[in-house]
């Protein structure tokens, strides 16, 4: 047992290490608002998504119930940069005022990104990002419902993955349907600062010796159809396994 002692802590935020993802969603008049947030964790092809209740990407996703969940690589940086300390909501809420935040109408001219058509939702992907994933909203829960003066304050949007495209040289060789972690490099977003994951593996994984396509279960319904159920075998198709 280790001789030394734990000490307290209470850190105003608990970014302990999340990929970036950059929320692509669709305005009132048609336009296009993008969002980095890091708030973000899957099962299956399953996600929630954690935004503050007043941003204007969660006034988007609640009325259109759709968004992309687009993931930039460890080279991004300077894109997110960009739209960090922006906001699509005008007039600028007094909290993102306080922390020097700005409305951005034009979010696509100002990242310097590049919008590329959805199969099955509104919302665009975006062309620089390796990873985009569209996404239909199942449930919307608010958060710190324990607390009177700050319930509903965040909320916790958990969405369906219904169609991911990945750039080719990410798929694993062999798989259709895999995507091979010694290539992907995913920004990392800790405690407000950018990392990525140069060193690769650490150690070898236990559950890494798994089959991934025992986990297939978690994606699909067998009672009920959505689009983009039939992805895994499209793949099969293109990559001639």
Request: net charge neutral; aromatic share 8%.
């Amino acid at each position: 047992m280790s001789s030394i002692e734990h000490t307290i802590i209470s850190p105003a935020i608990l970014y302990w290490g999340t990929p970036v993802v950059l929320v692509t969603s669709e305005n009132e008049d048609g336009t296009s608002n993008i969002a980095p947030m890091s708030s973000a964790w899957w099962l299956g092809h399953s996600c929630m998504l954690g935004f503050g209740a007043e941003n204007k990407t969660t006034q988007n996703i609640l009325r259109t119930k759709e968004c992309v969940l687009n993931l930039p690589s460890d080279s991004m940086g300077g894109y997110v940069n960009k739209l960090a300390d922006t906001t699509g909501l005008n007039p600028v809420s007094d909290a993102k005022a306080s922390r020097n935040y700005k409305f951005v109408q034009d979010k696509w001219t100002r990242a310097g990104l590049h919008p590329q058509p959805s199969s099955f939702v509104t919302p665009s992907r975006i062309a620089e990002c390796p990873v985009q994933m569209e996404c239909q909203v199942v449930q919307a829960n608010e958060l710190m419902k324990d607390l009177p003066d700050r319930r509903g304050l965040a909320m916790a949007i958990e969405v369906r993955v219904l169609r991911i495209y990945i750039l080719p040289n990410l798929r694993m060789k062999g798989h259709p349907n895999r995507v091979d972690p010694d290539k992907w490099r995913p920004l990392i977003m800790s405690f407000q600062e950018f990392y990525g994951l140069k060193d690769g593996k650490v150690t070898p994984s236990v559950l890494g010796r798994i089959d991934e396509e025992k986990y297939r279960a978690f994606t699909k319904s067998d009672v009920k159809k959505l689009p983009g159920d039939d992805d895994d075998q499209i793949a099969v198709v293109e990559n001639g396994a």
